[in-house]
Nanobody, 124 residues
Framework: QLQLAESGGGLVQPGGSLRLSCTAS????????IAWFRQAPGKEREGISC????????NYADSVKGRFTISRDNAKNTVYLQMNSLKPEDTAVYYC?????????????????WGQGTQVTVSS
């Protein structure tokens, strides 16, 4: 069964850090592009980062550029999102997704496999 599972969310103070994990089962993550999206209450799902097929490029939304870093650990079949200098506006449910393609897309409708999401709350 094909699955993506996110973990690592939680409550953190402004300026703090979290590392989210996206682990796959049933397929090999490094064969495809993997994206991170987030959705805050009342807002549309926002693409924030993507990493192409193993060895490929990464990209980031302007809202997280310089603060978030996406990476892979192929041995663990996992993609990470390191989030530093967190702000209250980063509060959202974070999802990883794949469209079984080597290329990234920033459009959520292009993705057909999603994890269940992990809540990130940035608050003092």
């Amino acid at each position: 069964q094909l699955q993506l599972a996110e973990s690592g969310g939680g409550l953190v103070q402004p300026g703090g850090s979290l590392r989210l994990s996206c682990t796959a089962s049933g397929f090999t993550l490094d064969s495809y592009a993997i994206a991170w999206f987030r959705q805050a209450p009342g807002k549309e799902r926002e693409g924030i980062s993507c990493i192409r097929q193993s060895g490929g490029s990464t990209n980031y939304a302007d809202s997280v550029k310089g603060r978030f870093t996406i990476s892979r650990d192929n041995a663990k079949n996992t993609v990470y999102l390191q989030m530093n200098s967190l702000k209250p506006e980063d509060t959202a449910v974070y999802y990883c997704a794949t469209r079984f393609n080597v290329y990234c897309s920033s459009y959520s409708l292009d993705y057909n496999y999603w994890g269940q999401g992990t809540q990130v709350t940035v608050s003092s």
